[in-house]
Structure formats: structure tokens, C-alpha cells
């Protein structure tokens, strides 16, 4: 069963503005109350058509947006352009030469250990429709070369990958700092009253920099990331300790109670009243999250199109993650970030030895569900209203660390975006005839946040939050919304 | 097309006209111009085409539309219409590459080009304000105009008078007056008194931080005699948990954490003793000028704070603050890492003390406040001019005084041993010259005849023949040892052709030329302790003694026989080996990285903050250093690319020292100072550091030379002896340093006492008793210095750095230079010029002068704050003009001035006034409907405010309800509990106990990247700058902590076990009763016993029993009511 997708108010021309403000002004009241200290059985709760909240129900955007969630596809670690998405045929050419005499002069680099210049492993096809070249380290997802907008020409301002998630991240090399889904959330709210708006589905690595990645900074922490477990027991909390249902029922009602009553003693308070209805919310979720959780109801094909049955387990953690994250969408959660799975004795897509297996395994990790989920997306008519967004924190040298590694490289990698509004089968931007440093159409991760806010329509000059007497933005006093790729 | 059409009609039905969207679409409109078009003339064209460029270029403006027309040296800049053939699109696009604009830069965005074309193509509007203003320039600053914005808040607060009021009823404090008269203007009656209970549990939780417990309740209630609230606030402010309490609001200013956050999360080793030091403080009651001045200056201070009964420095703790901040290791851009650390410094230090958002200044003078760029980098400049160091805080007074002690000791011993010892030398120096010369001879002589040489020149001039072998012995290795006074007589006088007539004299002045000269030219010298009078004195500890040596000190040994171990000979930074036990306390952290900072605690020396050249630093050493260059202040060493900054040293242990060199030429053109310390046991001196680029010769001369008049070994050995009988007078006399010839003289007395058996010297029986009571007292002195330490995270001093201001903040666009100083707008500002230290003690001077506007403020608004649940500046942080304006302009100041004037900044007597008002013990319902209409956000404060607890006020109360609270006070963090959502790199191997070990929250551990998840939920901040007001948030994950977190299910358990042993006899509804006080300090409404006993029944029956002591029926019924809402709030 296909569940019905929570509208954002301002796609259903039904309710009137006046109407949400009413909605969301009149508190929650009586309604909510009556039905919570009602006899009946106590999922009458649930009846309740999404209860208004205090911080994360829906708002407006700054014009009509083209997409309402987000699946951010994390490669952590950082992939290499040049044996994914940027073919550089030069570099066969010059292959085990010198890269100083090759390239020219090199920028310092993290290890400061520069070896040759070194071809790609895998080689480059042109794929689907728009003759896009995609190597061969990507063979499923290569087959939606036409779905992809690729950005060959991202920078970084960092080459550490801590400072550099901070940066993909929250705008910011720093930590403690807000994150874009944070900032996502808080622009726009949620449109499902039963999860968190912003959800980080852990697949084993937590990057660098830790679960400040996914933060709130000085947002309310109502914004930050819910880390949700793929397997397990998925988020903090969400499961009773009692061990019969009954027995939480049978206090949720005293507490109910309780609180009633603490509400006729201190008059009509807002602080209260969230409190109460918090307490609820908190009560669906206990259900609601297991139910995204628990599989059964997909079908055996959908499950193969990601690649349950995939004899890679890390494909297998990661598929799982993609489906979720689709059923995430399917409920309104506004942004999804996905962790990569614990590829064996690798450290993320961080190939600073040993390219071809490192690459090669993280890549049959992710491959195949990628790929599954834009087209499962498509074929569910998802895609058109959800962004997915796949970027690591920077690229690699086109030159060998050492023998056979690749070092960080900030100046010039490739990100790519699809649905949500903006157009497949099309690349923007350039590198040098290295894949070294971005020459044509630069974009720096400002950009990329300024495309995002806006494709969700937000105006990302005007997303700000006031924070010590400044009003900060995600993207500083940066950022250009990227036009030209827009559908 | 069509969308231009389309979105206008969505946005204004949607966003009902937030969004000027209807101009931006219209093209060519103002909106348009002043948000696409001039932005960018501003940014990138304004600086060589305008009115106000310095010099304009191409004899072309582009600041009005007329301008553009009227084009320059190439013609028009635009064609209105036609973008095409418009110069300034194709200056632009960089098709020209003669006329590409901006010049030497990346072209701009092609949006925005797009945006230029269009603006061209649809007329070329230029708005009717026809100059554009030009970007604010650091010249165009006003300071006045300014200041006049808010003149008020930069005058010092001033006397206010109370306020007269109508409605008296009761007595009403001078605070009181300022509340109600505000609401009597606005025609608001206030809330009636909050009764009893309800007063007592606020200002528990205000105070404490914790609920009061059933027996103080009792107690208060039972207390009817005048005055029992104010003995009520007097026992809670003389409670330990207030200070844990105040503590803990403090420390979200600092950003506390225990941990470097980053990738690795570093620990910052002892960082626990800094909220020690806090909790004390405001238990001790300390003012809040001297508590300032301990943050700024606590390692300064003349006579430091003492722990009361002992002897540990507390002062210097508050100093910790500066490196609780994150750290990143390894980074790539030193410099910029560094920039990025003191902005953090100078942003804490901001808004804590001045409530005001200095940072923003760092890229250019701030959009709105008084504060320049040049103020910004005049406070960065007191971070900059101090390193990190572990202090040994607790032994650091008592080694200071054993110091002077030690030197005192010295002085009484030494001069009477010199004297005895140069005695003793000077029966045996007359034959110097016969031992000298016949000990040539023999060296001189044939192997296989030197026996008989020996013998026959021992004979001759009746020399004793085992001392004359001594002389030989010693000779023979002397011309390979340039530090000795016989260096050029073994050069010289054992050359084979000194025998030959004449030769004598040219080989003496060959010699003399062959001596090393001065430094390379080019090198610059970064510190000298060869002269130590000239050198800043910037030690950690006593192990480097009170001051360099100079030439002739006198150095005691420890061997009675031989008291005087060393004469020096050259001035030199000398580590003292009677530091050498030196110990760190057991259980003391070790600082992360291989800087290894607690190792090298109290036995520090560094020298001045210079900005490096070619790089090459070399050190002038004997013995064995650990030395780190502090470049950038990196101080999180460790990983591959910043090795080289900590390395060790061997300048070996002969007499003379050796120049080593630390390459640090990568970092050319950075600023750094070098810290040394010693490795392992033995002897470290330090005399010289030098840059260079190549490593410089020159050592310190001490080495006795003959006179000009000198022809032969003979008139050499003569002059030797007549120099040496002097020395050792000069010894004996105590005047070495001040002799005619003091190295020389120095280098010979040195020689002396190293050699005693040369001269046949024999100590006297009184001598060797002097010396035995000598080393008595040493080692008596020894035995009372506190060898083992605790170390704490603090400043160490170093050299006045003054920062350039860095255009738009980038590192490596250094302008001029901006002398430390408050920000110019403060009153008391004076830039502080001293060389010779950071200047934070100056500074902190001037922070807690009276006529300081915004300090005494800053600190009664942050009290207020938590008295009151909102600031009278909301803006805790930011009194700035874009911070909340006072509610109370005139209340502020009073409370200011009082805390200066009256209460000698006694936070304490500060918090006590507050919490005894009449405004605070109003109830929290309002007195009429009215004043919700009249006051809604209650900005008036016509009741008081309902209140969520904070994470650790909610998390202590459980514990205190429950009876598990362990009120153990101080000590080393708790590990935090680890879940399965606690993840990440470094993350800790030991998780801490569900329960925290029953201690308080304030004392859980704090790993900036593992924060314990139930505090987070209920927002503590994430510890990464100033937070002095924290979000209070509803989410749901708090309701699901409540209803599942394993700790309050945990604790349920143990509540209901205390409430079943301390209530046997009583009845459910006793019960209840007894659990609605513990819980909520009140008695519970009839219906809500009947509501608990109903729940009770449901729940007996839920786990089908009888049993009316079931610890797991009373155990859901306790969960539940601290799921209630009422637990976590107050009123």
C-alpha cells in the first residue's frame, strides 16, 4: 500500500492562508485535549489530523518551490572526478610522468607526498540519451546518466575532511554551526506531525567531524538531524521499556491527566501547551517510526531493484537505506541524509592508497541502490518533486599520492544533482584538461547551498536566523543560485 | 516569459507581499538595481571608478547613470538597450583580454553578467539617488556619529533614583519600584504574591538548580518568624550547589568542553579543574571584578587568589578559559587555522564581558556598532601574545616561595664557600706557571722519553709529580676543547714548531684569527640570554631559576669536597637540577598530541613572538631540550604535517654549548616562539636563539688570551698564572661579575673549580662543615617543596604581539598594524604598549574600571537573566545595535551602579537582592485578563514567567527526587553514558554509568563530539561559542525521553523504592501526597489523588497484582508523574 503523501500548504490551493493561520494560531487547544482524556481506545490519537506544532509545522516558502524534500546521497570521504564523472583523457596520455613537468606547479596538498600522474583506472562510456561520460566505476547508476545534472566544476575551501564536511555541510569549516537540513527544516517545517523533519539514516561511518555534521548550532534543537539506525533499534527512545503497551497507555492517560489539570492551574500557556502537545507527538512517532522501519510491504521486485538480494552485504545496508529514504519522502521528511555503509577496512571514499579496491568497493556499495532509488523515484512520480543531491567533501589529485592512492583536492570535483527541478542529462561547468582545478563556471559549496534552498523554494538571502545580535544565513554572505541548470 | 508572468500572481497570494517580487520581476526597476546591479558596481568596480576611488582609472566613473554615458578613456560604458555593443558587458565577459574587468580576477558569475545585460537591454535605470553611496571604508567611519545612536550605553551607568510609585501595599525594594512603576504607566496591576511553596521551589531551583526537599519545605513552612525567606535564600546561596549551579550558566559563555571536537576529538587534558575553579568561586563568594580579572589576568595578578588553608594558585585557573574552544590538528593552512582560533577567543571574550559582538568586525568595521575592523584586531592582539600551556597550579605558590627560599639560602652559602675555596686554591696557583711549562715540555717531548722528562721537570723546579700529570693529562685533551682558558696555549704552546725561535708569536696570531667572529651577517637574533639583562624573562615554573645566569654567578654543587660545581662563563638560561623531582600528581591527564604539554609543566622557558624570516631557527644549547615553535600558536600537534614544531635537541654535554637547527623555513613569513624545555635529567642551558640562514659560529668568548707583549710560552704561562691568581681572588671576593675582565675572569675561576686538583687545593675541616650544613639545608628546603601537581589548562604569558588589521579578513592581506587596546569607544580605553607581556593584566584593568560602560552591565543583565527568565536586555549577549533595547534602561543602570558602588561587585549580595523582591515572588498567573492584552510577552514583568528547567536542572532533579543524587562536590568528570546514537571517531572507550554515578549533571563529562543525548535534547548548547541565552525548545525527542530513556525509568524505580521504605505504614493517598511534594514541592488536588489512586488500580490490575507495596505498580505511577509536565517546569 502506497500511503498518501502529506501536502505542503503551499501546493493545495484548498487552504487559504487565513486558513493555516488560523490553523496554526489557535494552539492546540481544546481539540487535542479532549481527544487524548477520551475513553476510547487510546490511538484515537492518531486521529487527529496533523495536530499543528510549535516549530515544525509547515511554513511558506519564499516562492513556489520545485522540490519538497531532499535525499542527500553523502559520499564521505571524497570521490574521485577523474574515475567517476569527469573523464580526462589526458591523463592516460601523461600517465607516470612527472606531475610538476606535466601539470605545472602543484598546490600543497595534505600528505605532500606527489607521486605520477595517474589515468583512471576504470574507463569512460558515453551513457543514455545525452552521451554524458560517466566511467565504469558507476555500471547502474551510468544507465541514469539522463536523470543526472552533474557540477564538474565544485571547490571546497578545505582540504581536511572534518573542516570539509563542516563546510558541505553547514556553509562552514567550523563546527557547532547549523546544518543545511537544519536550515531546510526551519525554512520550511515538516508536513508529517509524526517524524522529524530532518533525518540522518546511519549506514555504519559517521563522518568526520562527528554528529555536529548533522546539528542544529544555534537553531533550536527542534532542527537538528534525528539519527535514525537503519537496522535496529532506529532512533533514541522510540521504543517502550514497558513491556505491555498497556501499561505506557495506562500512565500516558494519568499523565494526561496530570497535565490537564496543570494547565486549569497556571491559566493558558504556551510553553505548557507544546509541552502536552510534544508529548503526544512523541506518542505517534513510538509507532509511526516503526512502521517506516518495517519493510513487509514491499514488493519482492522493488526490493531486488535496489538490491536486497545483492551478495555484497554493504550493498545490502546501503539498499536499505535508499528504500528508506524513499519511504521517507513518501512521508514528508523534509531531508534525508545518508551515512555509507562500513566498507571492510576502508576508510569512506578516502583512497589514499590502494584507488582500485577502495574505489571499487565503496562504489558496489552504493551503486546499485542509487540507482534503484531514482528509479523506483521515477516510476512512483517522485522524482519531480524530490532533490537528490550526491557529493562528497571534495575530489582527488588527478596525480598519485605515493604509488597508487589519490590525495585530497578542494580546487575543481564533481557533485550531481537530479529531480527535484532541475535538468538531467546535462553537466555544468569545467575543470582543466587535469580534472585539477575548476576553469569554466566555478561553483563554490555556497553555490550549491543557494541551489538547494532555491529549488525548495527558498531565497537563500533572505533564510536567515538572528543569532547574537547578527542574522546568520547558510550561505554567509555568499552563494549564487546556479540558474542555468534548472529545469 | 510565461514565468515572469506566473510567479508574481503565486507569490502575492502565498506570501501576501513579503516578497517584493513584483518589482524584482518587472526587470529593469529599482528593486532590481539596488539588489543585482549596484551591489556589484560597489564591490567590484566603486575602488578605481568613482567618486571616492583613491585614484581613478581609465578616466572612468561608473557611480551614476551619467557617468556611464559619459564613459572614459574608451568611450561610453554602456549603450542603453543594447547590451551587445555595450563596453561594459564585453569588459565583463572577459572577451578582451586588454579590457578584461575586473582586472588580474576571475570573471564575474555569469548570472550576474546576465543580470548587467539585462539591466542594459531594459534602459539602463538608474535610480534618483544618483551617487551610489560607496562601500563603508575604514576612513568613512564615524565613531561619534556612531556612538550617538546609543549614547546612553557608552556612558558609565549612573546613580538612579527610585522611581516614586502610587500602589504600595507591603513592603516594595528599590528594584520593586522600578518593575511597578513601568506597569502603573501602562495602567497594568501586577500578579499577587505566589504563595509559599510555589516562592520556595522557584527560588530553589534559581539558586541550586535543584527542587527543595520535603524537610525543607517543612522547615520553611514551620519558620513564621519575620525574615524566613531571606534565612531560606541565605542557607541556599551557602550551599555548594549554588556555585555548581551559577557555574554551570557560566560555562556555557566559555564554551566549555573537555575535548578538541574536530575530527579526532582530542581531550584537553585537566580541563575539569576549570569548572572547579568556577564552582568555587561563586561559592567563595568572589567579586566579580577580581573573577574578570583572573579570566583576563589570573597568571598576572600580583598577589594571586589563594584556595583558602592552602597554598593552590586559584587565580591562575580562571585563565583556562581561552583553550576550552575546539582545536583542529594537522590543518593545512596554519595561519588561517590560527585566525579562525582567535576570532573565537576575541568572540567569547566579547560578548561574555562587553555583551558585544566584536567578531564582526573582522572583515570590516562593524555595519552598525562603534567598533572598528582596527578594534577587532587591537583585541586579538592580547590572545596572540600568550601560548597554552598545564600549569602546576597547586604547587606552583608553594615552589615559588621554596624558590626564593632556595635563593636565599644561596646567597647566605655561597659567597662564604667561593671564599673558602678560592683560599684553599690560592697556596698552589704560584707554581701555575712552572706545572703549565713543564707539563709542556712533556707533551712535547718524544713518547718513549716522557716518563723521563716528567721526572727530570718535576725535579728541577720541585713540582709534585702526580699533580704535574694531572697538568699533562688535562693539557693533552685542551686543544680539542676551544671552551678552555689553555684553548690557545694548547693551540699555540704544543704546537712542534713553538720550539722554534720566533715561531711562538705568528702562531699565537694565526690562532687569534682563526676564531669564529660574530653571527652571520644577515642572522637576526631572537633571544639573547648571553645578555641577560636585555632579555624578557618568560618562564614556566622554577626550573629555569629566577633569572638568566649572568657570567661569574656561582653555581653550588652537591659534593662537600668540591661546594663550587661551576663558574659560568657565559650568561645563559640555565635549568637548575634541584628541579629535577619534578612530578605530575597521580591521576593527572597527560595533554593530547606530542606538544605533551603536561609533561613540560613548571619547567618552561620562551622567548619573544617574532615573525620568521628565511625560517631557519638555530639554538645555542648544552644539553638536552624539548623545544616547540609555537607557529600560529598550533598547539594540537600531531599527524603528518606540523611534525617538525615540537622536536628534540642535543647541544651534548661538553663545556662548550652547540648551535642546533630547527628548520622551520615552510613557515616563512609566520609568527611563532620557541618554548624550551628540558629532556630527561641532565644539564640544559640555553643561551641563544638566532635566525639564519646558515648556522652561525660564534660562541661566547671566555677564553683566556696573553697580551700583545706575549713572545714565547714562558711569558704565556706567567701571564696565565698572574690571571688566575686574580680570578680566583676575584672568586674568593665575590666580584667576578664585576671585575675589569669578568669573562675572562669568570672563565678561569670555572676552570678552577672544575680542576681543584690542579692547584692541590684541600678543602679545611671548616670548609667541608660549611658545605655539609649547606647541603643540609638544601636538602631540608627540598623536603618541603610540593614536588607532585595537579596541572590546569591556562595561559602562559609571553611578548606584546600587535596584530595588523587583515583586509577582509584574510590572512595574507596583513595591513597596518593595530596596537592592542579595548575598542577605542570605551571610555577607559588606552592602548596598552608594554613589550614585555600580552598586556591582558592592563586590560583587565581597564575592563573593571567604574567608568566602564558596558562590563558592570554585561554581568547584572546575565544575573537577571536567570533571577528572571529574560534579560532587561533580552540580547544577553549583544547590547550592540542590533541586540533588544532595554526593558528598564533605568533599573539596568541602578543594579550597575549598586554592584560597583555598593555591593562591591558581590554577585551573590547581587543575586539575593533580586530573588527577595516583591516582582519575584509574584505569581505566575496574571493579576487581570487585561495585562496579557496589555503586556503580552510580559516584557513588563506583570507576573512572573513559566519556565522550562534546563537539561541539567531536569536531569539533577531526578536524581534528587529519586534519592540517588550523590552530592559529592568537585572532582574529575563522569564519563558519559554511551548509547548506540553516541557515535563517531574518538569516540571515549569507556562509557560512564546510566546514572552518572547519582552526580550531578555539571560535573558529567563533556566530549565536544559525544555530548551526552539526553542533555542535548533538552538544549544545552553546543559548546562552540558564547551562549548566554539558551533556546528552549518543545521537540518531541524530550517527550520520548521522558517516556523512554532508560535512566528515568531507572530512577522511577528507585523513587518508588524510597517512597515504600519511608512510607510503610502510610496509605496510597498519604502516598501520593508524599510524591506530589517530592516532585512538585506542593500538596496534590483531591482530584488528583483520585486520578493517581484510579491509575494505581489500572495499573495493579495491568500487572495482575494485589500487592498494595508492588515497587513495580508505585514504580509506573513514579514514572508518570515525572512525565508530567509540572516535573520539568517551573512556576
Not at chain 1, 544533482?417 to 542529462?425: E, P, S
Not at chain 2, 545612536?149 to 519600584?177: M, Y
Not at chain 2, 635529567?681 to 652561525?696: D, F
Not at chain 2, 525527542?1037 to 505504614?1065: C, I, K, Y
Request: glycine share 8%; hydrophobic share 40%; charged share 25%.
Amino acid at each position: 500500500m502506497k500511503p498518501s503523501r502529506p501536502n505542503d500548504l503551499f501546493l493545495d490551493p484548498r487552504i487559504s492562508r487565513r486558513e493555516m493561520l488560523r490553523r496554526a494560531s489557535n494552539g492546540f487547544g481544546a481539540l487535542a485535549l479532549a481527544a487524548m482524556f477520551s475513553p476510547a481506545v487510546p490511538d484515537a490519537l492518531a486521529a487527529i489530523v496533523a495536530p499543528p506544532r510549535r516549530s515544525l509545522e509547515p511554513k511558506l516558502p519564499h516562492f513556489p518551490a520545485k522540490a519538497r524534500s531532499v535525499i542527500f546521497l553523502f559520499m564521505e570521504g571524497a570521490v574521485s572526478q577523474v574515475d567517476s564523472f569527469d573523464y580526462k583523457p589526458l591523463l592516460a596520455k601523461y600517465h607516470g610522468q612527472d606531475p610538476r613537468q606535466a601539470i605545472g606547479k602543484l598546490e600543497k596538498t595534505q600528505f605532500e607526498n606527489i607521486g605520477r600522474v595517474l589515468k583512471s583506472p576504470w574507463n569512460f562510456r558515453q551513457r543514455g540519451q545525452c552521451g554524458m561520460w560517466i566511467s565504469d566505476l558507476f555500471p547502474r547508476l551510468a544507465e541514469r546518466a539522463d536523470d543526472l545534472c552533474v557540477l564538474r566544476s565544485m571547490t571546497s575551501n578545505f582540504p581536511e575532511h572534518t573542516s570539509a564536511n563542516y563546510f558541505l555541510h553547514s556553509g562552514s569549516g567550523l563546527q557547532g554551526r547549523p546544518s543545511a537540513g537544519a536550515w531546510v527544516t526551519y525554512g520550511l517545517g515538516s508536513v508529517n506531525a509524526d517524524l522529524p523533519g530532518y533525518v540522518v539514516l546511519n549506514g555504519g561511518q559517521i563522518p568526520s567531524g562527528g554528529l555536529d555534521n548533522f546539528g542544529s548550532g544555534f537553531l533550536p534543537a527542534t532542527y537538528q538531524g534525528s539519527l535514525l539506525h537503519a537496522r535496529g533499534m532506529p532512533l533514541a527512545n522510540v521504543v517502550p521499556n514497558e513491556k505491555m503497551a498497556t501499561v505506557q497507555e495506562a500512565k500516558r492517560r494519568l499523565v494526561g491527566r496530570l497535565n490537564q489539570q496543570g494547565l486549569e492551574n497556571s491559566g493558558r500557556e504556551d510553553a505548557l501547551e507544546s509541552a502536552i502537545a510534544n508529548f503526544e507527538l512523541a506518542a505517534r512517532m513510538q509507532v509511526a517510526i516503526p512502521g517506516l522501519m518495517d519493510l513487509a510491504g514491499e514488493s519482492e521486485a522493488t526490493k531486488k531493484l535496489y538490491g536486497f538480494d545483492a551478495p555484497y552485504e554493504h550493498t545490502r545496508t546501503y539498499a536499505r537505506e535508499c528504500l528508506l529514504a524513499r519511504r521517507m519522502v513518501e512521508r514528508g521528511v523534509r531531508f534525508i541524509e545518508l551515512t555509507i555503509p562500513m566498507v571492510d577496512g576502508y576508510n569512506r571514499w578516502d583512497a589514499h592508497g590502494g584507488l582500485v579496491k577502495n574505489h571499487g568497493d565503496n562504489a558496489r556499495a552504493v551503486d546499485q541502490p542509487i540507482a534503484g532509488l531514482l528509479a523506483d523515484l521515477k516510476q512512483r512520480g517522485l522524482l519531480d518533486d524530490t532533490l537528490v543531491v550526491w557529493a562528497g567533501e571534495f575530489g582527488r589529485t588527478p596525480f598519485a599520492q605515493g604509488g597508487d592512492g589519490r590525495d585530497h583536492n578542494e580546487f575543481g570535483f564533481s557533485v550531481w544533482l537530479a529531480g527535484g527541478g532541475v535538468r538531467g542529462g546535462m553537466t555544468y561547468g569545467e575543470t582543466d584538461d587535469w580534472g585539477y582545478k575548476a576553469t569554466t563556471n566555478k561553483l563554490e559549496m555556497h553555490d550549491l547551498h543557494a541551489t538547494i534552498l532555491h529549488l525548495l523554494g527558498l531565497d537563500h538571502e533572505k533564510l536567515t536566523y538572528r543569532f547574537s545580535g547578527r542574522d546568520i544565513r547558510l550561505t554567509d554572505v555568499h552563494g549564487q543560485v546556479v540558474k542555468e541548470i534548472l529545469a | 516569459m510565461n514565468r515572469g508572468l506566473f510567479m508574481p500572481v503565486l507569490v502575492l497570494a502565498f506570501s501576501a507581499g513579503t516578497v517584493p517580487f513584483s518589482s524584482m520581476a518587472a526587470g529593469g526597476g529599482d528593486e532590481f538595481f539596488e539588489t543585482k546591479i549596484r551591489p556589484v558596481l560597489a564591490e567590484h568596480c566603486f575602488d578605481c571608478h568613482s567618486a571616492s576611488a583613491g585614484k581613478l582609472k581609465g578616466g572612468l566613473r561608473l557611480d551614476g547613470r551619467k557617468e556611464l554615458l559619459a564613459g572614459g578613456e574608451t568611450g561610453p560604458a554602456i549603450m542603453p538597450g543594447q547590451p551587445e555593443t555595450s563596453l561594459l558587458i564585453r569588459a565583463m565577459t572577459h572577451r578582451d583580454k586588454d579590457l578584461a574587468m575586473p582586472p588580474k580576477k576571475p570573471k564575474l558569475p555569469d548570472a550576474v553578467i546576465a543580470d548587467f545585460e539585462r539591466w542594459i537591454r531594459e534602459g539602463a535605470v538608474w535610480p534618483a539617488t544618483e551617487t551610489a553611496a560607496p562601500k563603508p571604508k575604514i576612513g568613512d567611519f564615524n565613531l561619534e556619529q556612531r556612538k550617538k545612536k546609543q549614547a546612553w550605553l557608552w556612558e558609565a551607568p549612573r546613580r538612579q533614583a527610585a522611581p516614586t510609585v502610587k500602589n504600595i501595599r507591603g513592603p516594595l525594594g528599590t528594584e520593586d519600584r522600578f518593575i511597578l512603576r513601568r506597569l502603573e504607566d501602562a495602567g497594568i496591576t501586577p500578579a499577587p504574591a505566589a504563595d509559599d511553596r510555589t516562592w520556595l521551589r522557584r527560588v530553589h531551583f534559581v539558586i541550586t538548580g535543584l527542587p527543595p526537599g520535603r524537610e525543607e519545605i517543612q522547615a520553611f513552612l514551620a519558620d513564621t518568624k519575620p525574615g524566613a525567606r531571606e534565612r531560606v535564600v541565605d542557607q541556599l546561596l551557602a550551599s555548594p550547589h549554588f556555585g555548581e549551579r551559577w557555574a554551570r550558566h557560566w560555562m556555557d559563555l566559555m564554551r566549555y568542553a573537555e575535548s578538541r571536537g574536530h575530527e579526532s576529538d582530542y581531550i584537553i587534558a585537566n580541563a575539569w579543574h576549570y569548572r572547579d575553579y568556577l564552582i568555587r568561586a561563586f561559592n567563595d563568594g568572589v567579586p566579580y571584578d577580581q573573577f574578570l580579572s583572573e579570566h583576563l589576568a589570573g597568571d598576572l595578578l600580583p598577589v594571586p587568589r589563594l584556595r583558602p588553608g592552602t597554598e593552590i594558585n586559584e587565580s591562575v585557573l580562571g585563565t583556562g578559559w581561552a583553550f576550552l574552544g575546539e582545536e583542529v590538528h594537522s590543518p593545512v593552512d596554519i595561519r588561517q587555522d590560527e585566525c579562525e582560533r582567535i576570532d573565537n577567543k576575541v568572540d567569547v571574550f566579547s560578548k561574555t564581558f562587553l555583551g558585544l559582538t566584536v567578531a564582526c568586525a573582522r572583515c570590516h568595521d562593524h555595519k552598525f556598532d562603534p567598533i572598528r575592523a582596527q578594534d577587532y584586531y587591537a583585541l586579538s592582539g592580547f590572545m596572540l601574545g600568550s601560548s597554552f600551556r598545564q600549569v602546576r597550579f597547586e604547587a606552583m605558590e608553594n615552589n615559588r616561595k621554596m624558590a626564593a627560599e632556595l635563593a636565599a639560602l644561596r646567597e647566605r652559602f655561597v659567597p662564604g664557600l667561593a671564599k673558602a675555596v678560592a683560599a684553599s686554591h690560592e697556596r698552589g696557583l704560584g707554581q701555575t706557571a712552572d706545572y703549565l711549562l713543564a707539563a709542556r715540555e712533556v707533551l712535547l717531548a718524544e713518547k718513549q722519553n716522557a716518563a723521563a722528562v716528567s721526572a727530570e721537570a718535576a725535579r728541577k723546579n720541585s713540582l709534585d709529580s702526580s699533580r704535574l700529570q694531572r697538568w699533562g693529562e688535562l693539557l693533552g685533551t685542551t686543544a680539542a676543547n676551544p671552551a678552555s682558558p689553555l684553548h690557545s696555549f694548547a693551540k699555540v704552546a704544543l704546537h712542534p714548531d713553538s720550539v722554534v725561535p720566533g715561531r711562538f708569536v705568528d702562531l699565537l696570531a694565526a690562532h687569534r684569527q682563526a676564531r669564529p667572529a660574530g653571527l652571520p651577517t644577515g642572522a637576526r637574533v631572537v633571544a639573547d640570554f648571553t645578555r641577560p639583562d636585555q632579555q624578557p624573562w618568560k618562564v614556566d615554573g622554577e626550573a629555569f631559576g629566577p633569572r638568566p645566569l649572568r657570567p661569574g654567578d656561582i653555581i653550588a654543587g652537591n659534593n662537600p669536597t668540591n661546594p663550587i660545581a661551576r663558574v659560568m662563563t657565559y650568561g645563559a638560561a640555565r635549568r637548575d637540577l634541584f628541579w629535577n623531582h619534578l612530578k605530575s600528581a597521580p591521576g593527572n591527564q597527560n595533554d593530547s598530541g606530542t606538544l605533551a604539554a603536561t609533561a613540560r609543566s613548571g619547567q618552561m622557558l620562551r622567548t619573544p613572538t617574532v615573525t620568521l624570516g628565511v625560517g631557519r631557527l638555530h639554538y645555542l644549547i648544552r644539553g638536552k631540550a624539548k623545544v616547540y615553535a609555537a607557529v600560529d600558536s598550533h598547539l594540537m600537534v600531531d599527524g603528518p604535517l606540523h611534525a617538525r614544531l615540537v622536536q628534540t635537541f642535543d647541544g651534548g654535554a661538553k663545556p662548550e654549548p652547540r648551535w642546533v637547527t630547527h628548520d622551520l623555513s615552510p613557515y616563512s613569513g609566520h609568527r611563532t616562539h620557541v618554548e624550551f624545555g628540558p629532556e630527561g635529567t641532565g644539564e640544559l642551558e640555553v643561551l641563544m636563539v638566532v635566525e639564519s640562514a646558515e648556522v652561525p659560529k660564534w660562541q661566547p668568548g671566555a677564553a683566556f688570551e696573553p697580551s700583545a707583549s706575549a713572545r714565547s710560552s714562558a711569558d704565556y704561562a706567567k701571564e696565565f698564572q698572574n690571571a688566575l691568581v686574580a680570578a680566583n681572588r676575584h672568586l674568593g671576593r665575590g666580584t667576578l661579575a664585576n671585575s675589569p675582565e669578568s669573562a675572562r675572569d669568570a672563565a678561569l675561576a670555572n676552570w678552577l673549580v672544575q680542576n681543584p686538583t690542579l692547584s692541590g687545593a684541600l678543602p679545611d675541616v671548616a670548609t667541608l662543615a660549611m658545605a655539609g650544613e649547606f647541603l643540609a639545608a638544601q636538602s631540608n628546603l627540598a623536603s618541603r617543596v610540593r614536588w607532585e601537581s595537579q596541572t590546569a589548562v591556562a595561559w602562559f604569558d609571553g611578548t606584546g604581539v600587535d596584530e595588523n588589521i587583515l583586509v577582509r579578513g584574510k590572512p595574507f592581506q596583513p595591513g597596518a598594524v593595530s596596537p592592542r587596546s579595548l575598542p577605542a569607544v570605551f571610555a577607559p580605553a588606552k592602548t596598552i604598549t608594554t613589550a614585555s607581556s600580552s598586556g591582558r593584566y592592563e586590560l583587565a584593568r581597564q575592563l573593571v574600571d567604574p567608568a566602564n560602560p558596558l562590563v558592570a552591565r554585561t554581568i547584572v543583565n546575565r544575573v537577571w537573566h536567570h533571577v528572571f527568565g529574560r534579560g532587561l536586555v533580552a540580547s544577553v549577549d549583544n547590547f550592540g545595535a542590533l541586540g533588544d533595547r532595554p526593558t528598564h534602561p533605568e533599573l539596568l543602570d541602578h543594579l550597575a551602579w549598586q554592584l560597583v558602588h555598593e555591593d562591591h561587585w558581590s554577585l551573590q549580595q547581587l543575586i539575593k537582592r533580586l530573588v527577595l523582591t516583591r516582582t519575584f515572588a509574584m505569581s505566575s498567573h496574571a493579576a487581570e485578563a487585561r495585562a496579557e492584552e496589555l503586556d503580552p510577552s510580559n516584557t513588563l514583568l506583570h507576573r512572573m514567567p513559566v519556565r522550562r528547567l534546563e537539561a541539567e536542572a531536569i536531569r539533577d532533579s531526578l536524581l534528587a527526587v529519586s534519592g540517588r543524587l550523590n552530592r559529592t562536590v568537585y572532582g574529575p568528570p563522569v564519563p558519559v553514558h554511551l548509547t548506540e546514537f553516541i557515535v563517531g571517531r574518538g569516540r571515549p572507550e569507556q562509557s560512564g554509568p546510566l546514572d552518572g554515578d547519582g552526580r550531578r549533571s555539571v560535573y558529567a563529562g563533556m566530549r565536544r563530539n559525544f555530548l551526552s543525548t539526553l542533555m542535548q535534547t533538552f538544549d544545552a548548547p553546543t559548546p562552540f561559542s558564547t551562549v548566554g541565552r539558551r533556546n528552549i525548545t518543545n521537540v518531541p525527542a524530550q517527550s520520548l525521553a521522558l517516556m523512554n530513556d532508560p535512566l528515568f525509568h531507572q530512577q522511577a524505580g528507585v523513587w518508588a523504592e524510597r517512597l515504600l521504605r519511608e512510607t510503610r505504614e502510610a496509605d496510597a493517598a498519604a502516598r501520593v501526597r508524599w510524591l506530589f511534594e517530592s516532585a512538585y514541592g506542593r500538596l496534590p488536588a483531591d482530584q488528583e489523588i483520585a486520578a493517581c489512586l484510579e491509575s494505581l488500580r489500572d495499573l495493579r490490575q495491568l500487572h495482575n497484582t494485589t500487592d498494595g507495596q508492588s515497587t513495580a505498580v508505585w514504580g509506573d505511577l513514579c514514572h508518570a508523574l515525572l512525565n508530567a509536565s509540572e516535573f520539568i517546569y517551573v512556576k
